[in-house]
């Protein structure tokens, strides 16, 4: 997975809550598993999905009238049947 984030920064500290139950049932594989970078993978995932939607929310008006263009004028290269 490629790393969107300075893995190499300072650690900071996050309050959180885990289900007891979850908690319950990952006990057996806490030596074996590295929840800290687990968690910061999941969180730098998390964290690409809301900018990526928060990219396309903000350039929605845009897309749309690209959309719209293309529709009436074609893909280029389509001429060459090269798509």
């Known amino acids: 997975m490629q790393t969107y984030y300075d893995s190499t920064a300072k650690k900071g ?10 908690l319950d049932r990952l006990e057996p594989y806490k030596q074996q598993v590295n929840f800290s970078a687990q968690t910061e993978q999941l969180l730098a995932r998390l964290l690409e999905e ?6 396309a929310e903000r350039n929605a008006v845009a897309l749309a009238a690209h959309g719209r263009d293309i529709s009436v004028t074609g893909l280029a290269g389509a001429e060459f ?3």
Do not use: A, C, K
């Open 13 to 22: 500290r996050l309050p959180l809550s885990i289900n007891q139950s979850l």
């Open 81 to 83: 049947d090269r798509i």
């Open 50 to 55: 809301l900018e990526n939607r928060t990219w």
